[in-house]
């Protein structure tokens, strides 16, 4: 029976997630969700008995209510071929009525004779090697490094150009400034600057050339 088409109870998550190590016990808890304003009550049972310890195996959830359920897998001493599991849970669930108590079921109220409705919902099993997620966490702890180390990289290298670019601007305005000084403090110190310079370029050019005459017409020594 459901309540407007809706199972009687939801379970989270869908499967038992278990990290399994060596000679370690390892838990997985269970969120049981009555969906329906009728007491229902559930029923929780494995294929490995032996292998698990239920808590609560058995209750009642009042109507809109939640009840949490515990499962421990118990120490084991080898691991399964290839971490693959092989267990399944079965948890079933009914409405009861009004004011039912764990205590007051009785062993029939799972059986589907007489027309009965019990929902049943099978949930596998997963075993998962802590090392495997540490070594997920590693990884992506180790690409989030690299990443950040790129970034910061990339921008040392950008910052430095761009400090780079600016410097050489600042270089070309000093120059420009410096040549404009030069040229006004010449023009204002000495007018006749331009005249000067020519007539001592000149007189250089005199003088070079003497001395290459000079140096042609003398005897070369033997």
């Not at 309540?3 to 939801?10: D, F, T, V």
């Not at 499967?15 to 838990?27: C, V």
């Not at 669930?93 to 799972?110: A, G, K, M, Y």
Request: net charge neutral; aromatic share 8%.
């Amino acid at each position: 029976m459901t309540a407007g088409g809706h199972p009687l109870i939801s379970v989270h998550p869908d499967e038992l997630k278990f990290n399994f190590e060596l000679e370690k016990q390892s838990y997985c808890d269970l969120k049981v969700v009555n969906n329906t304003e009728h007491h229902v009550a559930f029923k929780v049972k494995t294929t490995s008995p032996k292998k698990y310890f239920v808590r609560p195996n058995t209750n009642v959830i009042q109507p809109w209510d939640a009840c949490f359920i515990r499962v421990t897998l118990q120490a084991q001493q080898e691991y399964p071929p290839d971490m693959q599991c092989k267990d399944k849970f079965l948890l079933q669930s009914t409405i009861v009525p009004p004011n039912s108590d764990v205590d007051d079921l009785s062993p029939d109220t799972f059986n589907k004779d007489g027309g009965k409705t019990v929902e049943e919902c099978k949930l596998r099993v997963v075993y998962v090697s802590p090392n495997t997620g540490q070594d997920n966490l590693e990884d992506n702890t180790l690409k989030s490094s690299r990443q950040s180390f790129d970034d910061s990289t990339n921008q040392s290298v950008q910052q430095l150009k761009d400090e780079r670019d600016a410097a050489v601007r600042q270089t070309q305005l000093l120059r420009q400034e410096l040549d404009m000084l030069r040229r006004r403090r010449h023009r204002k110190s000495d007018p006749g600057f331009s005249l000067k310079f020519a007539l001592l370029v000149a007189l250089i050019g005199i003088m070079v050339g003497f001395l290459l005459n000079l140096s042609l017409s003398s005897p070369s020594a033997e």
